[in-house]
């Protein structure tokens, strides 16, 4: 959900500003936009912790009764990976 130069990122990862545009995000569900959101909450009050993350319906409906996980898309995958190897926070 960020763009720019590095230094731009920083300052709207910072700021909470973010942008999830709809080619690439219309396909996600409510859930998964909702713990990413719940993610990006700059103030950590409100902020998912571990705990509530892995609490989280969406992540809870990951996996199926049986305890097999369902698979992710894999630019999804890419996505998280690069925004991991980008963050400085």
Same mark, same amino acid.
Request: glycine share 4%; net charge positive.
């Given at each position: 959900?960020?763009?720019?130069?590095?230094?731009?990122?920083?300052?709207?990862?910072?700021?909470?500003?973010?942008?999830? &545009?709809?080619? *690439?995000?219309?396909?996600? !569900?409510? +859930?998964?936009?909702?713990?990413?959101?719940?993610? =990006?909450?700059?103030?950590?009050?409100?902020?998912?912790?571990?705990?509530?993350?892995?609490?989280?319906?969406?992540?809870? &409906?990951?996996? *199926?009764?049986?305890?097999? !996980?369902? +698979?992710?898309?894999?630019?999804?995958?890419?996505? =998280?990976?690069?925004?991991?190897?980008?963050?400085?926070?």
């Amino acid at each position: 959900p960020f763009s720019g130069s590095q230094a731009i990122q920083s300052k709207h990862i910072s700021e909470g500003r973010y942008n999830m &545009k709809p080619e *690439k995000w219309s396909k996600v !569900s409510k +859930e998964a936009v909702h713990f990413t959101q719940s993610l =990006l909450q700059v103030n950590p009050e409100r902020r998912l912790n571990t705990q509530t993350a892995l609490d989280h319906p969406w992540i809870k &409906k990951r996996h *199926k009764k049986d305890g097999a !996980s369902q +698979e992710v898309d894999l630019p999804v995958v890419d996505a =998280l990976r690069q925004f991991g190897q980008a963050s400085k926070f």
